[in-house]
């Protein structure tokens, strides 16, 4: 039994022997990575403002509401077009079941970001935020987890968009 332990998985031979670096980088700094920050931090950052209105009823937080949730989703669908890119043109990105699942929260994350914009578009910010803009900036937090639990798998478990250097 000792033996079978020991001998390597031919299934994940075959998978590390695909290329896993990075189609879309600036200097050897893969884009997608270097994107993803700015939509993560105005998911959060929306659902902090609309907490701060609940708390307050200032109509500022409503303004600041409007224009993170609206450049949350657009810096998510420009991330989200890289990634796409990286999932599709990249081999070993593409035959790893954690790339999918990243890939399916980030594009229901993004959906949600669109729907939370659209919403206080639409209705107008002071009758969308309470309390149906709230819970989507709650779901889109929540999914902003799942996306980047996924995405940090691939990167620390899987290595997956690393350039090393021959000189490292």
């Known amino acids: 039994m000792a033996d079978a332990q020991s001998e ?3 299934v994940i ?14 200097a050897g ?4 990575a270097m994107s993803v920050h700015f939509p993560i931090a105005l998911v959060f950052g929306t659902l902090a403002v609309d907490v701060f209105y609940w708390w307050t009823a200032d109509s500022f937080w409503l303004r600041v509401g409007l224009w993170t949730s609206g450049v949350a989703f657009f810096a998510g669908l420009a991330a989200g077009v890289v990634g796409t890119f990286e999932l599709l043109l990249v081999a070993g ?20 970001a669109g729907a939370n914009w659209g919403l206080r578009i639409g209705i107008g910010p002071e009758e969308a935020v309470l309390p149906h803009g709230m819970l989507l900036s709650c779901l889109a937090a929540v999914l902003t987890g799942v996306a980047g639990w996924h995405g940090g798998k691939l990167i620390f478990d899987h290595g997956i968009g690393l ?3 021959s000189k490292d």
Do not use: F, Q, Y
């Open 93 to 112: 990105i593409r035959a790893r079941v954690a790339s999918w699942a990243h890939a399916i929260a980030a594009i229901m994350l993004i959906s949600v």
């Open 163 to 165: 350039m090393v250097s």
């Open 29 to 32: 700094h893969p884009l997608h």
């Open 13 to 26: 031979e075959k998978l590390e022997e695909k290329d896993k670096t990075s189609a879309i980088a600036v």
């Open 8 to 10: 390597p998985n031919p």
